[in-house]
């Protein structure tokens, strides 16, 4: 029989008003997946678990199992990530990492790789000057690691090889297609050699060595809009951050 009561490390990535001071999370958590659990009297001040609750904040839970849901009985800040909190534009990227890995991920799948993977991409946002690459990133792995790993190697039409030259990108396709087969496909757009070269390497490699690969302009808004197309094409909608993000930029990126 299962242990009634268990512990694990989360990040809480949405809450909702539950009942008069409770709240319901959903965790991303190393051990057990994406979860649900009811925060009692979270919402009343001075509540214990209160702070320990908040909004992308990564903290050691012990929870009871419940009938329908479970409970949330102690918690403790592991970090706050408390620069996030500090600054609207990190805090709303932050929102917007969280809304990809709840959109992608099914409850109770364990998956330690992408918590990880989420959890080093919060910290990485507090410190790195690049955030636009560090979410290019972010997207792109979690892609692959929810099974969507993009065909990059050869064209995910005809299977030919791709020439070292302008070609296109298929989110429908599922990859790059070459000049032949892209041409006819009102939904491809062109992908430069630079870029297939750059999604190539971040697909096999660390952040460290991605954040070493110079992006100009040019290169980092066609990156952006390439694997927004990709994430829109799979949800079949476009997130919420998505807008309040670029607001805070102040245009849009209409091709």
């Known amino acids: 029989m299962p242990a009634r009561v268990y512990q694990t490390d989360a990040i809480i990535i949405k809450r909702y008003k539950f009942a008069e001071a409770d709240r319901l999370l959903v965790l991303f958590t190393s051990d057990f997946g994406k979860i649900k659990a009811?925060?009692?009297g979270s919402m009343r001040p001075g509540s214990k678990?209160?702070?320990n609750v908040e909004l992308l904040t990564y903290s050691r839970l012990m929870l009871a199992h419940g009938r329908n849901l479970d409970i949330v009985t102690q918690a403790q800040t592991i970090n706050t990530f408390l620069p996030l909190r500090e600054n609207l534009e990190l805090m709303s990227y932050g929102f917007y990492l969280s809304e990809l890995v709840d959109s992608f991920t099914e409850e109770n799948v364990e998956d330690q790789v992408l918590f990880?993977?989420?959890?080093?991409?919060?910290q990485e946002l507090i410190s790195t000057a690049d955030i636009e690459r560090l979410i290019r990133y972010f997207e792109l792995r979690l892609l692959d690691r929810e099974g969507y790993r993009p065909q990059l190697q050869k064209c995910a039409s005809c299977g030919g090889t791709l020439l070292p030259e302008v070609n296109y990108y298929s989110p429908a396709q599922g990859g790059i297609?070459?000049?032949n087969c892209g041409y006819p496909d009102s939904s491809a757009r062109t992908i430069s050699v630079n870029a297939v070269k750059v999604l190539r390497l971040w697909l096999n490699?660390?952040?460290a060595t991605a954040s070493r690969v110079k992006l100009n302009?040019?290169?980092s808004r066609e990156l952006k809009i390439i694997m927004r197309e990709n994430v829109k094409y799979i949800l079949e909608k476009q997130l919420k951050s998505i807008d309040w993000l670029d607001k805070l930029a102040g245009g849009d990126l209409t091709p």
């Open 38 to 40: 009811i925060a009692k």
């Open 49 to 51: 678990l209160g702070g």
């Open 116 to 122: 990880h993977l989420f959890l080093n991409t919060l």
């Open 177 to 179: 297609l070459c000049r």
């Open 205 to 207: 490699c660390d952040f």
């Open 217 to 219: 302009a040019e290169l």
